[in-house]
Each structure stands twice: as structure tokens, then as C-alpha cells.
């Protein structure tokens, strides 16, 4: 089927087949291969985090855990909250998504010479060489992530969760299997790094390549204007989050090294990214869909509550499940 496209997706959801459908419908075909995915995720991720525990030290494990930090930014603050934005509003026009694209290319240029250029005093900070040497590789994440910040919004946006979930576990399939072969040949924490950005880069290519968008190099201040009330809210949002999910991550490398960071990232981050894969799905898929009934209170609450109910009927078996197997 051809895609929902920008100023025409507000009349299609209403009036067509989405609308002849209901949103319900849509809704559980988006849960559906979300927790598709997360489940191909665990099966994909324990079995790796066991094998590189094994090709790794946990002095590796902390060095890739540093450098992590600054790739995981790179995702947060990519795209400036205005791919939130592009889903987010029911009036998109093709300024709206060149202009984004202007703005992150730009942003994230700056981000990634920034971090290039901070690379000394970022190992400094965690007194680590190896962290210095292994920044600007990672701050390729910046130009990586952020090129694809369009297109992912529009899947997003045009109710796309099957090619959503294609590239995401694409992605995960592409760095596991890699991170496990550089391990196996004497990378080290390379390993993790270099995975790393080929999983973001093979996740942005088929995410492009579902949209077919091309970029344009034109900027519109009117444009940017219109998005920028809720992307730059989305923004803040973001940067808090990722202040309170990785804070622990800098205190622990500051102050008790490299080696105790590598043990409490493979201790905690295995766990937590099973949980917020399974625990985002909801909310991810929903997001456009909450968007367009934002006005409809009542319909709106219902929704927001069956979301709730169905995470956590579906998301309390697989914790329950990573409590048993936490042992061994």
C-alpha cells in the first residue's frame, strides 16, 4: 500500500481506511509489532550479553559504558524534539520536514565537533586514554542519527509500526551479531563502539528506504516556528530524561573506575533495556494516534487507559521471567 503522506495523513486517519477500521484496530496491530520486536529483542540480547561477558573484561564493558553515554546522548538530542513534532501535528507540509532537516544537520555537526574536539578532557574525566581515543568514532552517532531523524518520523507518523519494527530489530540484529564477531577477534571495546554506530546506520537506511523522503536543503522560518513550540518542550523533556537515566553512569566511572562501571553496566543496563522496550512500546505506538484524538477528552482518556492496562498485563510476565533467570 502506498504510504499516508504529510498534509494528506489527518483526512486519510479520519475518513479512510484507518477511520473505517477504528483506532483500536490500529492500535493492537501497532502493540502487536511492537512486543513482536521486543520479544526478537530478548532473544536476541541475553544470548549476546552472555557471550560478550565472556569475550570481554569489565574493564572494556566500562570503557564502551563511557563512551556509550555520549552515543545514547546523541539519540536523545538528535533531532532537537521535532521529529515529536513532525508526528505530533496534523497540518505537515514538506518545509516543515526540509527545514527540520537543515536545523539537525546543523545542530549535529556542531555536536559532533564538539565532542571530537572534547575528547581529551572527556578522558580526562574518567582518567581512561582509551575513552579519549574512542570519543570521535562515537561522535559519529551525532551525524548518523540525526540524518535520519525525518524519516523515522514520518513511519511514525503514517502508522508504519511493522517497517518500524523491521528496522529496530534490524538494528539490534546488525550490532549484536557484529559486536560479538569484533569481540572474537581481539577488538575489545572497539567491539562495542563500532557496533554501536553500524546498527544506527543500518536502522537509518531502512528507515529511509521505507519513506523514499529526500532531503532538501531549504530552511523556512515560518516553518521552524510552527514546530518548535512542541519540539523545543519535547526537547527539555529529553534532556532530562537522559540526565536521569545515565547521572549513576558518570559517578560510578568518575569516582570508582572504569572496572566498576563495566560491572554495573552489564549488571543494570542488560535488565533496563529489556524494560524500556518493553515498557515504551505502548506509548511509542500510540503517540499518533493520541495525537489525533488529543481534542476528544473523553475518547482520549480511554485510550490513554487501555494503553496503560495492556502494558502492563503484557510487560509484568517478562519481568517475572528476567527475576527467574537473573541468577544464572
Request: net charge positive.
Amino acid at each position: 500500500d502506498e504510504p499516508i503522506r504529510r498534509d494528506e495523513t489527518a483526512s486519510v486517519l479520519t475518513s479512510g481506511s484507518v477511520g473505517k477500521k477504528g483506532f483500536g484496530k490500529v492500535a493492537l496491530a501497532a502493540l502487536f509489532w511492537s512486543y513482536l520486536r521486543s520479544i526478537l529483542a530478548l532473544l536476541i540480547t541475553v544470548p549476546t550479553a552472555v557471550i560478550l561477558a565472556r569475550l570481554l573484561t569489565p574493564s572494556e564493558f566500562g570503557i564502551a559504558a563511557a563512551a556509550r553515554f555520549f552515543a545514547q546522548l546523541a539519540a536523545y538530542l538528535s533531532s532537537g524534539g521535532l521529529g515529536a513534532a513532525i508526528i505530533r501535528t496534523n497540518a505537515l507540509r514538506d518545509e516543515h520536514l526540509s527545514s527540520v532537516f537543515v536545523f539537525t544537520t546543523v545542530v549535529n555537526l556542531l555536536a559532533f565537533a564538539a565532542v571530537s574536539l572534547a575528547s581529551p578532557w572527556i578522558g580526562e574525566f574518567y582518567n581512561s586514554a582509551e575513552v579519549a581515543g574512542v570519543m570521535p568514532f562515537v561522535a559519529l552517532n551525532f551525524l548518523v542519527v540525526g540524518s535520519f531523524t525525518v524519516p523515522q518520523a514520518l513511519l511514525s507518523r503514517d502508522l508504519r509500526y511493522r517497517e518500524m519494527s523491521t528496522a529496530g530489530t534490524s538494528d539490534l540484529f546488525v550490532s549484536s551479531v557484529s559486536a560479538c564477531v569484533f569481540a572474537w577477534t581481539g577488538f575489545g571495546y572497539w567491539s562495542l563502539v563500532i557496533s554501536d554506530v553500524m546498527g544506527a546506520v543500518v536502522k537509518g537506511s531502512i528507515t529511509s528506504y521505507y519513506t523514499r523522503w529526500r532531503p532538501r536543503l531549504h530552511f523556512s522560518r515560518e516553518a521552524f516556528r510552527e514546530l518548535a513550540s512542541f519540539g523545543l518542550g519535547s526537547y527539555a523533556a529529553r534532556l532530562l530524561q537522559h540526565a536521569a537515566l545515565n547521572l549513576d553512569n558518570l559517578v560510578i566511572g568518575r569516582f570508582l573506575g572504569l572496572t566498576a562501571l563495566g560491572f554495573y553496566d552489564k549488571g543494570f543496563a542488560v535488565g533496563n533495556q529489556l524494560f524500556q522496550k518493553l515498557t515504551v512500546a505502548g506509548p511509542v505506538v500510540s503517540f499518533r494516534i493520541l495525537a489525533i484524538i488529543q481534542e476528544d477528552a473523553e475518547r482520549f482518556r480511554r485510550a490513554y487507559r487501555k494503553m496503560i492496562l495492556s502494558v502492563t498485563l503484557l510487560g509484568y510476565p517478562f519481568f517475572a521471567g528476567l527475576i527467574a533467570v537473573a541468577y544464572p
